[in-house]
């Protein structure tokens, strides 16, 4: 498992991945697709898996059975779409998890 990279979303966010060698997830706009990528992510024991923004409510609840433990460690990013928030709210929960604040909260 160590050094094992995924990444998961559409085929234009995972291409920069691909050249750099890691192993990816293309996927289109069904959640059936979506949620059986996710799961062969979580048999193929990844320690980074990276998911697009726009794709990641979809896999929510498969990627939350893995929150408590050390890995893999998912990291929800935005892409070139209108953001929703829920980059920001799983990287607000993530820091809460590790800091016991939540840095992110709005004033």
Not at 85 to 99: C, S
């Amino acid at each position: 498992m160590e050094g094992k990279i995924a990444v998961l979303g559409d085929t234009d966010f995972v291409m920069p991945f691909s050249a750099l060698g890691v192993d990816t997830y293309p996927v289109g706009r069904t959640t059936e697709q979506i949620t059986e990528s996710a799961g062969k992510i979580m048999e193929g024991k990844y320690a980074l898996v990276v998911v697009a923004q726009n794709v990641a409510p979809a896999v929510q609840e498969i990627f939350s059975a893995y929150e408590k433990v050390p890995t893999p460690c998912i990291v929800v990013v935005p892409f070139t779409i209108e953001s929703k928030g829920f980059a920001t709210q799983a990287l607000a929960e993530v820091l809460k998890m590790a800091t016991g604040i939540n840095i992110l909260q709005n004033s």
